[in-house]
C-alpha cells in the first residue's frame, strides 16, 4: 500500500450562510494523480484551497504530507506546487522576471532554463505575460507550480478554457509530473480529462463527496450496462439472441439492432453467438459507458448543469 | 529568513519595472504633480517679481505639488491592489511563502520610492524656476513627505480594502482624497472652516501633512509641529489596524 500522502476526514466550510463544504473525507496517495470532479460550485475548489492552507476550514482535520496545512503553513509551501483557477500574473512581468522571482521565495529549486525548455517556453522568456496565449499562460503557471520540485502538486482547472491542442499538451506534462514521482491533486469538470488523467476519483456534489475510486471501478459498480450496436439484414435477432445470458433488450430499426445487457462478459457472448449463427454483419461496434454516465447516474444531472 | 528578504527585494524590483512598463504610469504619478509645479511657480514668479513681496504663495505650490505627488501614489496604490485582487495576482503570491506582509510592503515601498524621486525632481525644478525660495532642507521636507506619504498610504489601504471592483478604484479613490486636499488648508485656512468641517480637516492626514510640510518649509520646523506628525503617526497605525481587519485578498 503506498504512503497517504493527502488525508481529508470530514471538511466542512461555509462563507456566510454558504456550505461551500459540508463533508468531504478522502486519501491521497503517493504517486498518483487524484482528481476532484464536480460541477462548478460543487466545493472542489475550497475543498482543494483548505487543502493548501489557504482556507482555514470550519471543521474536520486535514494532513498533507504529514504536516497540518493551517499550522505548519511555512513548512507546508516548500514543498507543495499550488496552481490556481483565474489568478494571473502581473499584465507586463516578462517570463523570465515571473520564474526568477518565484524561484527566490523557495529553499531549493529546479533549473529555470531547463523547466521553461521542458514547458515550451524558452522562446517566450522576454515576453509579457499578457502577451501569451492561454496555453501559455497556463504552462507558466505550471513552471511556477514546479520550480522548487515539490512533492505535491495542486492543479484547479487548468485546462479549462484552452482548445484541445493546447489541453493535450497540458495532460502530457500532468502524465509527465506522475512519471517523475509527484503526487497530483487536481479538480475538473471535463470527465474526459478525468477519466483519461486520474487513477482515482472523487465525485463532489453540492459540498459533499459522494462516491471514490478510479474510474474504471466507478463504472463498473454504477453502469454495468453495455451496448453492442451491428448491422445486418436479418429478421429475428431477439430469438438468435435470447441464449446471451446477460441480454436484456433488443431494439432493431431496419437493418441496424441494437442489444442492451450487462457486464464485462456480454459482448464476448454476443460475438460469440454472431459467429456460432453465421450471421452476416456489415457494422459492429460496441459503445462502454464512460465516467459521465456514471456522473449522470449519481447525480441526476449532467456536469454542465 | 535570507531567503524570505531576497525575495522582498525580488518583488520590489520586478514591481518597479512593471510600474515603469505601464504607459503613462510614470507620466501620471511623477510627471503631473511636477508640471503643475513648474507652470504654477512660473506664473507665481512672473506676477511677483519683487523678492520682497513673496509671500507663502511658492512654496504652497512646492506643497501642493508634494501632496499631489503623494496622492497620485496612493490613487495608484489603491488602483494596483484592487487590480491584483481581481486578477487574483494577490491570491497567487499569498499561496507562496511569502508573508501577506511582505507581498503588501513591497508595494509600499514601490510607491515611496517613486515619491522619493519626485521629490528630488521637484526641488530641482523649484531651485531653477524660483530661485532663493527653495533654501529648504531636503532631508528634512523629505522625511515629512514620506511620513505624510505612509499616512495617507495607510488610507489607501483602507479604501482598497472596501472598494467592490478595480473599475470603481480611480473614481473613488479620487472622490475620497481630492476633497481632502481642498479641506487641507492649502487653499483656505482650516480655521477659518465652519466648525463641522473644521472637525472633519482635523481628522484627514492631509491636513495635517500639510500644516508639517509648511512648518519645515517655514523654518518652525519638526519641533513646533510635533503635533501634526503624532496626528499622521496615528492615521497610520489606525488604518493599518483596520486594513489587517478588513483587507480582502480576492
Not at chain 1, 13 to 42: C, M, Q, W
Not at chain 2, 191 to 216: I, R, S
Amino acid at each position: 500500500m503506498p504512503r497517504t500522502v493527502i488525508s481529508v476526514s470530514h471538511l466542512g466550510k461555509r462563507y456566510g450562510s454558504t456550505v461551500a463544504v459540508s463533508d468531504v473525507s478522502l486519501e491521497v496517495h503517493e504517486g498518483e494523480i487524484f482528481g476532484l470532479i464536480g460541477p462548478n460550485g460543487a466545493g472542489k475548489t475550497t475543498t482543494m484551497e483548505c487543502v493548501e492552507g489557504l482556507r482555514k476550514p470550519d471543521r474536520g482535520t486535514i494532513h498533507v504530507l504529514g504536516l497540518d496545512p493551517q499550522r505548519d503553513a511555512t513548512a507546508l509551501r516548500q514543498r507543495i506546487g499550488v496552481q490556481h483557477q483565474e489568478a494571473h500574473l502581473q499584465k507586463r512581468i516578462k517570463v523570465w522576471e515571473a520564474v526568477d522571482l518565484w524561484a527566490s521565495l523557495y529553499a531549493q529549486v529546479v533549473d529555470a532554463n531547463d523547466l521553461l525548455a521542458r514547458l515550451g517556453l524558452e522562446e517566450k522568456r522576454n515576453a509579457w505575460f499578457m502577451t501569451l496565449s492561454g496555453g501559455q499562460k497556463q504552462r507558466l503557471f505550471v513552471a511556477l507550480a514546479l520550480i522548487h520540485d515539490p512533492e505535491v502538486v495542486f492543479l484547479d482547472e487548468l485546462t479549462t478554457g484552452l482548445d484541445p491542442q493546447a489541453r493535450r499538451a497540458i495532460w502530457e506534462l500532468i502524465v509527465g509530473m506522475k512519471e517523475r514521482g509527484k503526487t497530483v491533486f487536481l479538480t475538473t469538470h471535463l470527465m474526459e480529462e478525468a477519466e483519461r488523467l486520474c487513477d482515482r476519483v472523487g465525485i463532489i456534489e453540492h459540498g459533499a463527496l459522494i462516491e471514490i475510486g478510479s474510474p474504471a471501478e466507478l463504472v463498473a459498480k454504477h453502469c454495468p450496462e453495455r451496448r453492442v450496436v451491428f448491422t445486418s439484414d436479418i429478421a429475428d435477432v431477439a430469438a438468435r439472441m435470447a441464449d446471451v445470458p446477460a441480454l436484456r433488450s433488443v431494439a432493431s430499426a431496419g437493418s441496424s439492432h441494437t442489444l442492451h445487457g450487462e457486464g464485462d462478459a456480454f459482448t464476448t457472448d454476443v460475438i460469440h453467438v454472431i459467429a456460432r449463427e453465421g450471421i452476416h454483419v456489415r457494422g459492429f461496434r460496441t459503445e462502454h459507458p464512460t465516467l459521465e454516465d456514471v456522473f449522470l447516474k449519481l447525480t441526476g444531472h449532467g456536469i454542465r448543469d | 529568513m535570507n531567503g524570505l528578504l531576497k525575495g522582498f527585494w525580488k518583488l520590489t524590483w520586478v514591481e518597479i519595472k512593471v510600474f515603469l512598463r505601464e504607459p503613462l504610469g510614470v507620466v501620471g504619478t511623477l510627471g503631473i504633480p511636477i508640471l503643475l509645479f513648474v507652470v504654477l511657480g512660473r506664473t507665481l514668479r512672473d506676477a511677483q517679481p519683487a523678492a520682497d513681496t513673496v509671500s507663502q504663495a511658492p512654496f504652497n505650490v512646492a506643497i501642493l505639488a508634494a501632496l499631489m505627488i503623494a496622492v497620485n501614489a496612493v490613487m495608484s496604490l489603491v488602483a494596483i491592489i484592487s487590480i491584483y485582487r481581481e486578477g487574483g495576482i494577490l491570491k497567487r503570491l499569498r499561496a507562496t511563502p511569502l508573508s501577506p506582509l511582505t507581498i503588501l510592503s513591497a508595494q509600499v515601498l514601490v510607491k515611496l520610492l517613486f515619491t522619493i524621486v519626485s521629490l528630488v525632481l521637484l526641488m530641482l525644478a523649484g531651485r531653477r524656476i524660483l530661485p532663493g525660495t527653495m533654501n529648504v532642507s531636503m532631508i528634512s521636507f523629505g522625511a515629512a513627505l514620506l511620513l505624510s506619504s505612509l499616512s495617507i498610504l495607510s488610507l489607501g489601504f483602507i479604501i482598497a480594502s472596501i472598494i467592490p471592483t478595480a473599475r470603481f478604484a480611480q473614481p473613488i479613490g479620487a472622490a475620497v482624497l481630492y476633497p481632502m486636499i481642498a479641506l487641507s488648508g492649502l487653499f483656505y485656512p482650516v480655521d477659518k472652516l465652519p466648525t463641522p468641517l473644521q472637525v472633519l480637516a482635523q481628522a484627514l492626514p492631509t491636513t495635517h501633512a500639510v500644516a508639517l510640510m509648511q512648518g519645515v518649509w517655514d523654518g518652525s520646523g519638526w519641533s513646533a509641529h510635533w503635533m501634526n506628525a503624532v496626528a499622521l503617526v496615528v492615521v497610520f497605525a489606525a488604518c493599518s489596524a483596520l486594513s489587517t481587519r478588513w483587507f480582502r485578498w480576492e
